[in-house]
């Protein structure tokens, strides 16, 4: 464009001085400076319009000095004029290009984010629901259908109360709430009348007649199963013990009676007497019953558990506890053990018995400190959870089931020493000068089975 603006001054110029006309060619400067506008800045116009009124007063020879001042002025007011002029159309233009292409490409990726939003929507194994004011469904993915058992779209403009009740109770809150956001486990209905369990989380937005609401639902039946299933085997697990600590106890009864007896046998003339042998055949009984062999011979299959998934959800269980009472737990764990040879479940369960056993040593102690120590050592995983507590008073009752001075039936340890050797390992008591302290070996193992006591 500048040579283009160039050329053109060039050419006036050239023929003003060759053909040396009676008139003046100055209209026709206006060209350049519009050519050159097309490009240049503001100042830069106003420099081109200057120059173009200097070399257009060049051809004006038979003018006064004032005629030649005001020819000049008007000719360079008129010239930047015009200059600016077209520069500002020209800006402008550029402004609306520049601007109508950022709205397309915002245009593009809004459609690319609302593409990738409704693919991750309609294909989300949750349920997402959008529920209206009025408490009518607006919006469903196709896991919500296959969740309540409706055909591909029919759940749209049906009251959310005929499916999850909670969603429509949480929409008449106080109007003057505003963004919520929540999340609660209730009971689902599916289009059947059936009754699952499901867990929503659920925001919402706007206010009074514009107030809708926006879930995620997931139907956790499987999981509620699986819990309940594995609470059952625990129970079953722990009752097993339980009946075999108590025949164990019976036993040692029933041995003392049979010596007793034998005794007063021996020493006065009570062995024809039928209440006496009466007596004899209730203890022998009692005794075959309580030595009746209560373990179940169901093989167990010990699974590689991860150390780090197991501590970092014994650390979510315990962690608030300690928190509440000022306490603090140290977390050493060996970064080369990787996993322990066991059932995670029932591990779980020992360590939350003796970190729970721990808690309450530190309650009244001035350092409340639990210390929990993963390593290995000898081929063995070797785990030891100490605290800052008072100690233990009498070690040889540890481990004894239904001793003076435990809490409850005092079979927590009894439970989880049975539970840690059913895994082929040892839980034992360690002497420390301060504290207490439980220490948990188990074999390392790629595929151990062992028959469950």
């Not at 809004?110 to 349920?127: I, M, V």
Request: glycine share 6%; hydrophobic share 45%.
């Amino acid at each position: 464009m500048m040579e283009l603006a160039v050329a053109l001054v060039l050419l006036l110029a050239f023929l003003e001085w060759y053909f040396n006309f009676d008139f003046s060619l100055g209209i026709f400067y206006i060209f350049p400076v519009i050519v050159a506008a097309m490009v240049l800045k503001r100042w830069q116009v106003l420099v081109a319009a200057i120059s173009c009124a200097l070399v257009r007063g060049l051809f004006t020879p038979n003018e006064t000095a004032l005629e030649h001042t005001l020819r000049f002025c008007m000719a360079t007011i008129a010239y930047t004029g015009c200059g600016l002029l077209v520069y500002q159309i020209n800006f402008s233009q550029r402004l609306m290009l520049q601007h109508y292409a950022r709205i397309r490409m915002e245009q593009k990726l809004r459609q690319k984010a609302e593409q990738q939003l409704r693919l991750l929507a309609e294909s989300s194994p949750a349920a997402i629901l959008t529920v209206g004011s009025s408490g009518e469904i607006i919006a469903a993915n196709h896991a919500a259908c296959t969740m309540f058992g409706v055909e591909e779209g029919s759940l749209i403009s049906h009251p959310v109360r005929n499916y999850l009740p909670l969603l429509s109770d949480a929409l008449a809150l106080n109007p003057e709430i505003e963004h919520i956001r929540t999340s609660a486990t209730t009971w689902a209905r599916r289009s059947d009348g059936s009754v699952f369990p499901a867990a929503t989380w659920f925001s919402i937005y706007g206010a009074r007649e514009q107030r809708n609401l926006a879930a995620i639902v997931v139907d956790y039946s499987e999981e509620v199963r699986d819990r309940e299933r594995s609470h059952f085997e625990q129970m079953v697990n722990y009752n097993r013990v339980l009946a075999g600590a108590v025949s164990h106890e019976i036993r040692n009864l029933c041995s003392a009676i049979a010596v007793v007896t034998s005794n007063l046998e021996r020493r006065s003339p009570m062995v024809g007497d039928a209440d006496f042998q009466a007596l004899k055949s209730l203890v022998a009984g009692l005794s075959k019953l309580a030595s009746f062999d209560l373990r179940t011979h169901a093989r167990k299959t010990i699974a590689q558990v991860s150390v780090a998934a197991l501590f970092d959800e014994l650390h979510v269980i315990i962690s608030q506890d300690w928190e509440d009472i000022g306490g603090v737990i140290h977390w050493q764990i060996h970064p080369d053990l990787t996993s322990i040879a066991a059932d995670r479940s029932d591990l779980l369960q020992v360590l939350l018995n003796l970190a729970q056993n721990a808690l309450r040593a530190v309650e009244d102690a001035p350092q409340r400190e639990l210390t929990i120590e993963v390593s290995e050592r000898d081929r063995q995983s070797v785990i030891q959870v100490r605290d800052s507590g008072v100690g233990v008073p009498n070690t040889e009752l540890l481990f004894q089931p239904f001793h003076p001075g435990s809490e409850g039936a005092g079979l927590g340890l009894y439970v989880s020493r049975a539970i840690i050797r059913s895994f082929g390992g040892e839980l034992h008591y360690l002497p420390v000068t301060t504290g207490c302290c439980f220490e948990i070996v188990i074999p390392f193992s790629s595929a151990m089975v062992v028959n469950q006591s």
